[in-house]
């Protein structure tokens, strides 16, 4: 995830640069568990592949209660509660007051449409430090792309509850070519009701994800996509408004963000190049973990097909620090060894080699990524040498 504003604001001298660890270094990562598979929506981009029915063998409450001990264990700090829906755990939340009890910074992500009047006490009495609802378009774009009429509205209803209780709410879409126009309306709704939170998503090829993957978002679409974000990021830190633009699922959104403030900030080119070759670049199987509804631990939430153990049976200390599985040490690799367009880019060292499983998808683990959006001539380790015009 590119923490857009953050960096910004370090920029304007706002406040301290991010937290970096050293790439693929041993670190507690933060943990995204999506505590059951059940979900009231089946939508087009699901990496879950989750639907309206019961599925086997997932891990019971008291096994949740000893996963957070586990992972309370293995200084873990910051606990994304996932999906499926959450809301449709009977224990969610239980194990989220738990979870708080032992310290752990609680996000919840939801889709909203069951966020109502029934529940929006119990949600706010449950003090989660952040509600992630996705809306993926407008009204007839994103109902089409959720596959249920009505979710638009249900979930911008979830938002307004939300923040008439004073929960912190981020806005989430996931990118494609049936939305990318409607991101000037979805910034506008974002101040509309109040969001604070704007997280742009790159479509990753998994689960369903991996089926409309012909939805993806065209290099241009997204390189415009990110410059109004960009934009709009930068103005609100110049007029004191408190918002917080980040990015996920393309680690090459740094370097468009570096290449903005080489030509709107020149004087802080240096220093932000500086702060994203710390930041590393993609962090899937060090600085983020998943677990599935079943206690599978994976590198992060798009590698389903790939498990490094199981939280029933070994500690997630010994899954994730003392044993590694062999993946997990290719993935911690600073810079890692890839293949195509991303061995030979001067940027690799910023961002990784990008999302792997976009790559898995394509033929090649290792390979290039195909949803880089940088062009031949922006990753050449020589930048081509401009031939000024002669004078007539």
């Known amino acids: 995830m590119l923490r857009i504003s953050h960096y910004l604001r370090t920029l304007a001298g706002h406040c301290p640069p991010p937290r970096s660890a050293t790439p693929g270094s041993d670190r507690a990562p933060v943990v995204i568990w999506n505590l059951l598979r059940r979900c009231n929506l089946t939508c087009k981009h699901c990496y879950a592949t989750s639907a309206d029915s019961v599925f086997r063998d997932e891990l019971d ?10 992972l309370h264990a293995a200084g873990v700090k910051v606990l994304i509660l996932s999906g499926g829906e959450p809301l449709l755990r009977a224990d969610l939340f239980e194990l989220s007051a738990y979870a708080r009890s ?29 509600v992630g609802i996705s809306i ?7 109902d089409a792309f959720r596959q249920s009429q009505g979710s638009f509205q249900r979930s911008m209803h979830a938002i307004s509850l939300c923040r008439e209780a004073d929960i912190r709410v981020g806005l989430r879409t996931t990118l494609t070519q049936e939305n990318h126009a409607q991101l000037p309306q979805l910034l506008g709704l974002m101040r509309e009701y109040d969001v604070q939170k704007f997280y742009l ?37 110049q007029h004191g408004i408190s918002s917080d633009f980040v990015s996920g699922n393309n680690d090459a959104d740094a370097v468009l963000l570096l290449q903005w403030v080489q030509r709107h900030l020149p004087q802080h080119y240096p220093h932000l190049e500086h702060l994203l070759r710390a930041w590393g670049g ?45 993946l997990l040490l290719r993935l ?61």
Not at 61 to 70: F, K
């Open 332 to 392: 911690r690799e600073h810079p890692r060894v890839v293949g195509g367009r991303c061995a030979e880019c001067r940027w690799l060292g910023i961002c990784n080699g990008n999302t792997r499983t976009r790559a898995w998808a394509d033929g090649d683990l290792w390979g290039e990524d195909p949803g880089c959006h940088l062009s031949d001539t922006e990753i050449a380790r020589t930048p081509p040498t401009l031939i000024p015009c002669s004078a007539r």
């Open 61 to 70: 409450t008291s096994a949740a209660l000893r996963v957070i001990d586990d």
């Open 282 to 326: 993609n962090a899937s199987g060090s600085g983020i973990a998943n677990i599935d509804n079943t206690g599978e631990v994976h590198p992060d939430t798009y590698w389903w097909q790939h498990s490094v153990g199981n939280v029933r049976r070994t500690a997630f200390r010994s899954l994730w620090l003392e044993r590694p599985d062999p």
């Open 102 to 130: 032992k310290g752990f910074f609680v996000a919840l992500s939801s889709n909203g449409t069951l966020i109502d009047e029934s529940n929006i006490q119990q949600i706010t009495d449950a003090c989660f430090d952040y």
């Open 201 to 237: 998503s790159h479509l990753n090829y998994s689960g369903r994800g991996k089926r409309s993957r012909q939805l993806d978002a065209h290099r241009q679409m997204s390189r415009d996509a990110l410059e109004r974000i960009f934009e709009q990021a930068w103005k609100d830190i």
């Open 136 to 142: 993926d378009g407008l009204q007839p774009t994103h």
